[in-house]
């Protein structure tokens, strides 16, 4: 049994797939998107977070042998454990019934899951196992037997897709986008599982026509009717900024532009994919 830390699971999820599901979020990400909703998520490794609004400067936390356990309002907490197959699988049972009443599932997501590939193959053969829909939330940045492996034990990925430009997707996410847009490429090829195209939508980085048009014309190339696929276009909101707070580190340190995109924008990106014979839907 291989282990990977989880940081989160959150139940109900009604933008992770299809129905209501319980997503389970696994701790490393080779990326460094810097309007990340999740930076606790980057270090494979455990982290102490502070949450100051529940400090009540009782000092506890100054005493000898404190540890985390010890703060009373839990303003300060471990981001990261270990689960075992058995008490994973307990947690996700637990709302079984929702799930199938909704034409749920399950999907991890993280971080990027598939940088554990050996632990997202067991945790989904397991779900596979137990009849539950499986998705993928997934930048693709991984090796192609990774994909070719993974597409064997899931209905769906979920694949993110940020900028066209790869030096421009260097400078925003710390990585280039070839082997995410091969291995895009490669899964449109495939005869499962089933994908959805999501874009962080983000004024100041990748919402701009230049960039709209050229993921427009890249997904046109992919598309064919044995397996049409949907655009989501995400707006992007900061949650990520009291993240960064909590954890002690910077939310975009290089102060690049970055907001919500306007109506008028997200209709625009929306008409601009949809010329190109894209299926195109605003949110999750």
């Known amino acids: 049994m291989t282990y990977s830390l989880i940081f989160d699971i959150k139940r109900y999820a009604i933008?992770?797939?299809?129905?209501?599901?319980?997503?389970?979020?696994?701790?490393?990400?080779p990326l460094r998107c810097v309007w990340c909703h999740n930076p606790e998520s980057w270090s494979s490794e455990p982290q102490e977070l502070f949450k100051q609004s529940k400090c009540i400067h009782c000092g506890t936390c100054l005493e000898k042998g404190f540890t985390v356990d010890d703060c009373p309002t839990m303003a300060r907490e471990i981001c990261g454990r270990a689960y075992t197959m058995e008490a994973l699988m307990a947690e996700i049972e637990k709302e079984r019934?929702?799930?199938?009443?909704?034409?749920?599932?399950?999907?991890?997501?993280?971080?990027?899951?598939?940088?554990?590939a050996d632990y997202a193959l067991e945790i989904l053969k397991e779900l596979g196992r137990?009849?539950?829909h499986r998705t993928v939330d997934t930048s693709l940045y991984v090796s192609h037997e990774v994909v070719d492996a993974i597409a064997e034990e899931c209905e769906l990925f979920l694949v993110d897709l940020k900028l066209m430009d790869s030096e421009k997707h260097r400078l925003y996410t710390g990585v280039g986008?070839?082997?995410?847009?091969?291995?895009?490429?490669?899964?449109?090829?495939?005869e499962k599982p089933s994908f959805s195209i999501r874009i962080p939508l983000i004024?100041?980085?990748?919402?701009?026509?230049?960039?709209?048009?050229?993921?427009?014309?890249?997904?046109?190339?992919?598309?064919?009717?044995?397996?049409?696929?949907?655009?989501?276009?995400?707006?992007?909101?900061?949650?990520?900024?009291d993240k960064h707070r909590r954890m002690g580190s910077t939310f975009n340190?290089?102060?690049?532009?970055?907001?919500?995109?306007?109506?008028?924008?997200?209709?625009?990106?929306k008409k601009q994919l949809e010329a190109h014979g894209m299926k195109v839907v605003i949110g999750g």
Do not use: W
Not at 183 to 190: D, Q, W
Not at 261 to 269: G, I, M, V
């Open 253 to 269: 340190p290089k102060g690049y532009p970055m907001a919500a995109p306007s109506e008028e924008t997200l209709q625009r990106c």
């Open 203 to 241: 004024e100041g980085i990748n919402a701009d026509e230049e960039n709209i048009e050229a993921t427009a014309r890249f997904l046109s190339t992919i598309t064919n009717n044995r397996k049409p696929f949907t655009v989501n276009l995400l707006p992007y909101h900061d949650v990520g900024k």
């Open 15 to 29: 933008n992770d797939g299809p129905g209501i599901r319980t997503t389970i979020f696994l701790k490393g990400c």
């Open 130 to 132: 137990r009849n539950f």
């Open 97 to 116: 019934d929702i799930m199938e009443d909704s034409g749920g599932g399950v999907t991890l997501c993280g971080g990027e899951p598939l940088m554990h």
């Open 177 to 190: 986008n070839r082997l995410i847009l091969q291995n895009i490429r490669h899964l449109a090829e495939c």
